[in-house]
């Protein structure tokens, strides 16, 4: 069976303080990607890692990629109130058809 | 302009009745999705449509019909519906064959009373 999942799936943490959300997979893929869902909102696009060993930065997060291991990290530097939400990750399966499946989801809370 | 826009936002219906969600892409996609969540924020893939072309059809119970008229359009009709049914199913597109992201509405919240 085909699993996708978080680590840990909620995380409280202090502004200015660095963390790591950790995506582990069952099954081999060769993409992922990771979401960010504020409460009642749709799901915006952070991070498309396409082959092992990808690294992608923007702003506070950086996610990387790990096809070996099935692990995904999404490093978050110096937390601020604003990256509150809810962080999907979601590796893709069925070749030409995309088919993302999504992890748990980790609740990340930022307090100042 | 919105890319991918769902209708209704919110349906509160009763058990037993049937509604359809309507969604509309404006990115020139060649692909979109169903999907579920629920309350606990789970999402789960229901349905795929490539150039109105069936590709992904998950263990969805038979009283779930998606429709695609065209590429750019994907509607989700629902009969019979069930206190379980309760959910926000999302729509997204995506251009499948550059392994692009997908790209989600903002979602239908259904009540199921």
């Known amino acids: 069976e085909l699993k996708v999942e978080q680590n840990p799936l909620f995380l409280s943490m202090q502004e200015g303080k660095n963390y790591t959300i950790y995506c582990n997979y069952s099954?081999?893929?060769?993409?992922l990607y990771w979401y960010r869902q504020d409460p009642g909102k749709s799901l915006e696009s952070l991070f498309v890692?396409?082959?092992?060993?990808a690294v992608k930065q923007e702003g506070r997060l950086m996610a990387s990629l790990d096809t070996k291991a099935r692990l995904s990290t999404l490093h978050i530097t110096a937390a601020v109130h604003d990256l509150s939400a809810t962080y999907f990750c979601?590796?893709?399966?069925?070749?030409?058809?995309?088919?993302?499946?999504f992890g748990t989801g980790t609740l990340l809370a930022v307090q100042p | 302009d919105t890319a991918v826009s769902q209708t209704p936002k919110y349906l509160v219906t009763q058990m037993g009745n049937d509604k359809s969600i309507k969604c509309e892409q404006n990115?020139?996609?060649?692909?979109m999705y169903w999907y579920k969540q629920d309350s606990k924020k789970f999402l789960k893939i229901m349905f795929s449509?490539?150039?109105?072309?069936?590709?992904i059809n998950e263990t969805v119970p038979n009283r779930f019909s998606p429709k695609s008229p065209d590429k750019a359009h994907l509607n989700l009709h629902i009969n019979s519906l069930e206190l379980g049914d309760s959910a926000v199913y999302f729509c997204?597109?995506?251009?499948?064959?550059?392994?692009?992201?997908?790209?989600f509405g903002e979602g239908s919240r259904l009540t199921v009373l």
């Open positions: 997204a597109s995506s251009q499948v064959m550059t392994a692009g992201e997908l790209f």
């Open positions: 099954t081999t893929s060769d993409r």
């Open positions: 890692l396409l082959s092992n060993g």
């Open positions: 979601a590796p893709s399966y069925g070749g030409a058809t995309n088919k993302l499946i």
């Open positions: 990115l020139g996609h060649d692909t």
């Open positions: 449509y490539n150039n109105k072309e069936l590709i």
